[in-house]
């Protein structure tokens, strides 16, 4: 098959034509066409060949231009197949991208056109089939072969820029060539054939500001140190040309907004040099008094400004600081205002840039000065006291109408008006004292007692006699001094505690005294007996010289059923001037200590005091106790009542051997078995005790160890005798289980040549411990030796 193009396209596609026309049958071939040979053998050994006719598609590929405008079919070109004879026996048929309603081709002269008009930048090929087919029979002449239309581009998009307008920036003072932005533009034309799409960058609005890079599409300040003082925004206006700039290119804008971001290149400055503010004298301190501001043509940090007092004059009564919001200088006072001392005041007042570039250092200073002259203005004041406290002292016990003090107060201002006093009406100190009105002198109204109250507050107050309206305050303590008017007496208030086994010379209390004077005269005391009263038989006094004094015993031992309290009058004097003395009694309790006096307390008291418990709480635990052991009684004795067979199944009436494989406790367990019953078989028949049940406690009484040795004596009765009485005894007993019971005894025998170490055959002897000596332990220990003694009187007897 042969494909074939029209020649009146574009000089390009004559050229394609000629190049198909010429060579296409033996250079454009999509694969090397077979040929067939059927060959028959003569008689002569010759062959003849019989040719078969080639058959192969003959094909291009196919251009079509976009955008066709005209009314008919645009011709794309031509399929043909060797085996079309031209007769129309061969029909063509065509499928693939577009086929039948974009593409179409004639059946029998196998020419295309395409029916619509094309956009590349909607699609740039198709891919397409074509086959020639038999048109009588229908058969494939030729297998089917795919070839491809391809859209060719013309210069139909201009350029396009992104969605603008576009925000830029760039610094105030900025270099020549500063870049600024690079713009893009795009173009939806192929780039790979012609000039279509090769973009061109212009500045069409802007200059002589900025410039703009033809190929690159970067904006560059074009002036150098533009001033953002001067003009802070431009409008910028960027075209994209295609064709590479020629004429009939197509072309798109954008615009570009720039603004000039600001930098420190302007200083601060002050309207005016000189400044002039009025202060009244009455102003506080710590509060504004004024304000002063410089301007700055910067913005932000740019503009911040710190304000500064740089002549000592103004920098010792005013101090300024900076408002941020406003960048005020605020001017505020540090030391109070005296118009009568200082009329005017002279500030030199400084404003620096806090953030200065360096960049920028040739332009000058960033700091600019100021005067503000501060006049300040006389007002009328309250009077002022000659100090700000005032503290006096007045004896206790003076009488009404005593001098304590007086106080002073001057009116400040140049007239000199003169002052009234008086108390605060509001203290409770106006009770105690009152003030001469003109004189300030302050008496006492009463008498007044330190150990009552030793310091009094009080606010006195002064105002002009022209101007009541304005008042000064000054407070005043007055310390009351102490006169010797207390006598002393004891310390304690207490019960002494005397033991009953106290000796003569024994230390019973060391006492102190106390007295309501202060210091000086209530730290030395004095102690004795009253002397009109005679010699107390029982108890001596002994001063220690230290402000305290010993209460000592004259007698051994005291009773507490003869006589339990004694009262001991004691004489105390002060070392004041004049001096002072008080009789105090003290009680002293007779109770039965511990052993060496240690705990000086009666026992009930001292019990019911370690405790720390009231006596119905006492009640109430001992009454718990009881209960508890009651419960305790009650289990015990169903425990004990309880009999428990040796055999647990009723139904198990099998013989059974029961084996005793206890120990026991020893010679010395008396529960588990008798000893006894084996040495004296005679004795053993007072004790018959069922053997399948737990014994019962026995209490043996306390006796001396003689009685007990008497007690197991040893028959020399036979053993074998014993054994036999226990066998008929177990035979004739109705309480044993209904089987065969083993009962198994072993005996020793008598005598060894290591004799017996049991405390049971050893003869006791007489205890010669003396217990006397519990007696001297005190009144806990009584019960035991009275125990002890009794136990020793039976064993005499």
């Given at each position: 098959m042969r494909i074939s193009a029209p020649s009146c396209l574009c000089p390009f596609l004559v050229c394609l034509c000629f190049i198909q026309r010429c060579y296409g049958a033996s250079h454009h071939l999509p694969a090397k066409v077979p040929s067939f040979r059927n060959g028959t053998k003569l008689a002569n050994g010759e062959t003849e060949v019989h040719h078969r006719p080639k058959r192969g598609w003959i094909w291009n590929q196919f251009f079509v231009l976009e955008e066709h405008l005209g009314t008919e079919a645009q011709y794309v070109g031509?399929?043909?197949s060797n085996s079309d004879k031209g007769d129309g026996s061969v029909r063509y048929i065509l499928s693939g991208d577009g086929a039948g309603n974009i593409f179409v081709i004639d059946e029998v002269t196998g020419d295309i056109s395409a029916t619509k008009s094309l956009d590349r930048e909607s699609k740039s090929h198709y891919v397409?089939?074509?086959?020639?087919?038999?048109?009588?029979?229908?058969?494939?002449?030729?297998?089917?072969s795919e070839f491809i239309i391809k859209v060719q581009d013309i210069n139909d998009n201009a350029p396009t820029f992104l969605d603008g307008p576009v925000v830029a920036t760039v610094p105030e003072m900025s270099e020549l060539g500063?870049?600024?932005l690079q713009v893009t533009a795009s173009d939806a034309d192929d780039p790979t054939y012609g000039n279509s799409a090769r973009i061109v960058y212009s500045v069409l609005q802007g200059q002589p500001y900025f410039s703009i890079d033809p190929k690159t599409g970067i904006i560059r300040t074009a002036l150098s140190e533009m001033d953002r003082e001067a003009r802070e925004h431009y409008t910028v206006v960027i075209q994209a040309k295609d064709m590479a700039g020629q004429v009939g290119g197509l072309s798109g804008s954008t615009t570009i907004n720039i603004t000039l971001t600001d930098v420190n290149d302007n200083p601060p400055m002050f309207p005016q040099k000189n400044y002039q503010l009025y202060v009244p004298e009455s102003a506080q301190v710590g509060k504004p008094v004024g304000k002063i501001k410089a301007t700055d043509e910067d913005l932000g940090i740019n503009a911040d400004i710190k304000y500064s007092i740089i002549n000592s004059e103004g920098a010792n009564t005013f101090s300024i600081s900076t408002e941020r919001d406003t960048r005020e200088g605020i001017i505020s006072l540090k030391k109070p205002l005296n118009y009568e001392r200082k009329k005017t005041y002279t500030l030199h007042i400084e404003g620096t840039n806090t953030h200065v570039d360096p960049r920028f250092s040739y332009l000058g200073s960033f700091k600019d000065t100021a005067t503000l002259k501060i006049t300040v203005g006389d007002v009328d004041e309250a009077p002022v006291f000659s100090i700000d406290h005032y503290i006096m002292d007045v004896y206790e016990n003076s009488p009404s109408g005593t001098e304590v003090g007086a106080v002073t107060a001057r009116d400040p201002d140049s007239r000199n008006s003169p002052v009234r006093y008086f108390l605060d009406s509001k203290e409770e100190g106006v009770r105690y004292f009152r003030i001469d009105e003109n004189s300030g002198l302050i008496r006492t109204t009463q008498s007044l007692d330190r150990e009552d109250m030793s310091w009094h507050n009080i606010t006195v107050m002064a105002s002009e006699v022209d101007n009541p309206s304005f008042l000064s305050h000054v407070p005043v303590t007055v310390q009351v001094l102490d006169v010797n008017d207390n006598p002393p007496e004891i310390a304690t208030d207490e019960e002494v505690i005397v033991c009953e086994s106290s000796r003569p010379g024994q230390v019973i209390q060391t006492v102190t005294a106390v007295d309501k004077d202060d210091f000086a005269n209530g730290q030395r005391f004095s102690f004795a007996f009253p002397s009109q009263l005679p010699v107390n038989p029982n108890f001596t006094l002994k001063d220690n010289e230290d402000s305290s004094a010993s209460i000592i015993a004259r007698r051994r031992r005291f009773n507490q059923q003869t006589q339990e309290l004694y009262e001991l009058p004691i004489v105390v004097w002060d070392g004041g001037e004049p001096s002072l003395s008080g009789t105090s009694t003290l009680?002293?309790?007779?109770?039965?200590?511990?052993?060496?006096?240690?705990?000086?307390m009666c026992q009930g008291e001292a019990f019911l005091s370690s405790a720390g418990l009231s006596t119905g709480a006492l009640i109430a635990i001992l009454l718990c106790i009881v209960i508890l052991l009651v419960i305790v009684v009650l289990f015990i004795t169903l425990r004990r009542s309880k009999k428990e067979p040796l055999i647990i199944s009723e139904e198990d009436i099998r013989e059974n051997v029961v084996t005793y494989d206890d120990e026991g406790g020893g010679e010395e367990d008396t529960e588990a078995f008798d000893i006894i019953a084996l040495r004296n078989p005679s004795a053993a028949e007072e004790f018959k005790f069922r053997r399948d049940i737990r014994p019962e406690k026995r209490k043996h009484c306390a006796l001396p160890r003689s009685h007990r040795a008497a007690a197991v004596e040893l028959d020399e009765s036979d053993v074998h005798e014993f054994i036999r009485q226990r066998l008929v005894e177990a035979d004739m007993d109705t309480s044993v289980p209904p089987y065969d019971s083993l009962q198994t005894y072993a005996y020793e025998g008598q005598g060894s040549p290591t004799g017996s170490v049991s405390p049971l055959d050893t003869?006791?002897?007489q205890s010669e411990q003396d217990y006397n000596y519990l007696?001297?332990?005190?009144?806990?220990?009584?019960?035991?030796?009275?125990?002890?003694?009794?136990?020793?009187?039976?064993v005499t007897a």
């Open positions: 031509k399929l043909h397409l089939h074509a086959q020639a087919l038999d048109r009588n029979t229908e058969e494939a002449l030729e297998p089917k500063t870049s600024v009680t002293l309790r007779v109770c039965p200590c511990q052993r060496h006096g240690r705990v000086r003869p006791g002897t007696d001297d332990w005190g009144p806990q220990f009584q019960k035991l030796a009275e125990l002890y003694a009794e136990a020793e009187s039976e």
